[in-house]
């Protein structure tokens, strides 16, 4: 038996299974503080004995597994977080961890099971609490020297909205994640109409990054995954946005076969997430 961590900024997913596509049991647990999440989280797992752990979580955290970092959290990307290392919080669970970031794990969910199979670049894209991309080359993270952090570029926004993002402010995950249409539109983003003028400005910035996405990867499929997705809507007016931004600048071909939504849906975190175990 195998066991699967997605941590998120909102919930977290906990798994056990016989392999990703064949779960035994499932849960979600709200992300707190650090305490009591991991509480949480080891107290699921003291129910089975699996043999390797795959977790996907938030970052940035330490990558290297030679380092004596490993599975440190080096940011207060979320309160109270910054300092914990998630690979010695979970040696309570009796099983070799393999760590990731959230977004590399969702990756290599929808590259193996969904609709990454055979992509040479393939892009995940989370819009949630954060956003968070992670690009896949012939299916292995590129990771760099220390990891992606696309979510935290810039992009222009003439509105002068100050942003949520706790570091930055302003930056893509500041004016486009959910929490940033909460703030900018004083609702949760679910609550607000199908008309809502939000909708064309969110698919408006979620394209300028798309467009930097394809400008440095040149990818052959974007999945677009995470909570405001849950909008399908969206998924049209995101990609009127980069044929009109891009406007014909190379081909990039019909629009509906490269930004995609996820095969697996909410699955493809805990999917990758296990998918790191094997
Ligand atoms: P996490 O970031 O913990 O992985 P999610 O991907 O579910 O979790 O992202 C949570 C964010 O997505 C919240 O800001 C929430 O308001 C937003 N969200 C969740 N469901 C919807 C929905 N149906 N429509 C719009 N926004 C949503
Ligand atoms: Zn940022």
């Keep these: ?4 961590i997605e941590l998120g900024g909102t919930k977290c997913i906990v798994a056990v299974a016989n392999n990703p596509l064949d779960i035994l049991e499932k849960k979600i647990i709200p992300t707190r503080g650090p305490t009591s ?3 949480d989280i080891v107290s699921f797992f003291s129910n089975y ?7 996907g979580s938030f970052g940035p955290l330490v990558l290297n597994s030679d380092s004596a970092e490993y599975g440190c959290l080096v940011a207060e990307s979320k309160g109270g977080w910054k300092g914990i290392n998630l690979v010695k919080e979970l040696s309570k669970i009796d099983a070799h961890i393999i760590i990731d970031t959230d977004v590399n794990a969702a990756a290599l ?5 969904g609709v990454g199979k055979s992509a040479e670049t393939f892009v995940y894209v989370t819009v949630g609490t954060g956003i968070g991309v992670g690009v896949l080359i012939e299916g292995k ?5 220390f990891h992606l952090e696309i979510g935290h570029m810039f992009i222009p926004d003439k509105d002068n909205f100050e942003g949520v993002c706790r570091i930055h402010g302003n930056c893509w995950e500041g004016l ?5 249409m909460q703030s900018r539109w004083g609702m949760e983003a679910r609550a607000l109409s199908l008309e809502h003028e939000a909708w064309e ?3 408006q910035l979620l394209a300028f990054g798309i467009i930097n996405i394809i400008s440095n990867h040149s990818p052959d499929k974007i999945v677009l995954g995470g909570g405001v997705m849950n909008q399908k809507h969206l998924f049209e007016k995101v990609r009127l946005n980069v044929k009109k931004i891009w406007n014909g600048y190379t081909p990039l071909g019909p629009l509906s076969d490269l930004i995609l939504e996820p095969a697996l849906g909410s699955d493809s975190g805990i999917v990758g997430s296990l998918s790191l175990a094997l």
């Design 1 to 4: 038996m195998i066991g699967g």
């Design 37 to 39: 999440t991991i509480l």
């Design 49 to 55: 004995q699996i043999s390797k752990l795959g977790v």
């Design 109 to 113: 969910g929808e590259y193996k099971y």
């Design 141 to 145: 993270p590129h990771v760099g020297d």
């Design 176 to 180: 486009a994640s959910g929490p940033a």
């Design 201 to 203: 400005k969110e698919a």
